[in-house]
Nanobody, 127 residues
Framework: QVQLVESGGGSVQAGGSLRLSCAAS????????MGWFRRAPGKEREAVAG????????AYADSVKGRFTIFLDNAKRTLYLQMNSLKSEDTAMYYC????????????????????WGQGTQVTVSS
């Protein structure tokens, strides 16, 4: 049973933009927080951005702050990641996730709070 479906990945030149989408089932969308993580070849998975569904409060990794924006469309039960000013180091598989956060803003960047993961969408940035 597919519960999180990512889309929007692709290839883009450095400086360009992409918008990732993550459609969630009703049950999964009811979780308190959602986020985006990424894994580059040969590297550990890292948090990119996360958001509380009820308040819209969000947190970002330092590497993407000011360039990426995470947001929700509650009517569509969809999570988005707007990525601008892309760099070659942003090349990775991006994963959408949902889980139960405890109210602290930095929880949204902690992988252990997340219990459901999508299959991932590839982003490739060429310099």
């Amino acid at each position: 049973q597919v519960q999180l479906v990512e889309s929007g990945g692709g290839s883009v030149q450095a400086g360009g933009s992409l918008r990732l989408s993550c459609a969630a089932s009703a049950y999964i969308y009811s979780r308190s927080c959602m986020g985006w993580f990424r894994r580059a070849p040969g590297k550990e998975r890292e948090a990119v951005a996360g958001i509380y569904r009820d308040t819209g409060s969000a947190a970002y990794a330092d590497s993407v702050k000011g360039r990426f924006t995470i947001f929700l469309d509650n009517a569509k039960r969809t999570l988005y990641l707007q990525m601008n000013s892309l760099k070659s180091e942003d090349t990775a598989m991006y994963y959408c996730t949902a889980g139960g956060c405890n109210g602290e803003i930095w929880d949204v960047l902690r992988s252990y709070v997340y219990t459901t993961w999508g299959q991932g969408t590839q982003v490739t940035v060429s310099s």
